[in-house]
């Protein structure tokens, strides 16, 4: 199994950054993709972002796209997510997802949010 933790979250003014880490731990060679999530008020949650394994493919949500870059590093068994030009928009809970493989199926893993408070 795979378990991951996000963190980095905060309140920013709109046009500042933030930093999301989400760590990993567990069969962390059974990732086959990482992803970053976000629940806005009053809206469902979205896909914010995702790096595909082995081909380390990233995708974007189209408002972000320019802004946000997601990225791994093995070394420290985490997962970024850089956040510039923030928007206030941007203000949700951010929830960082592992899809791994686990007896033979395809699983989620989810952390448990961090907040992200943008300001105008």
């Known amino acids: 199994q795979v378990q991951v933790v996000e963190s980095g979250g905060g309140l920013v003014q709109a046009g500042g950054s933030l930093r999301l880490s989400c760590a990993l731990s567990?069969?962390?060679?059974?990732?086959?993709?990482h992803a970053w999530h976000r629940e806005s008020p009053g809206k469902m949650r979205e896909q914010v972002a995702n790096?595909?394994?082995?081909?380390?493919?990233?995708n974007y949500l189209d408002s972000v796209k320019g802004r946000f870059t997601i990225s791994g590093d093995h070394a420290k068994s985490k997962v970024y997510l850089q956040m510039d030009s923030l928007r206030p928009e941007d203000t949700g809970v951010y929830y960082c997802?592992?899809?791994?493989?686990?007896?033979?199926?395809?699983?989620?893993?989810w952390g448990q949010g961090t907040q992200v408070t943008v300001s105008s």
């Open positions: 567990g069969n962390i060679a059974s990732i086959v993709e």
């Open positions: 997802r592992a899809v791994h493989i686990f007896n033979g199926r395809y699983t989620d893993a």
């Open positions: 790096l595909l394994k082995p081909s380390l493919t990233t």
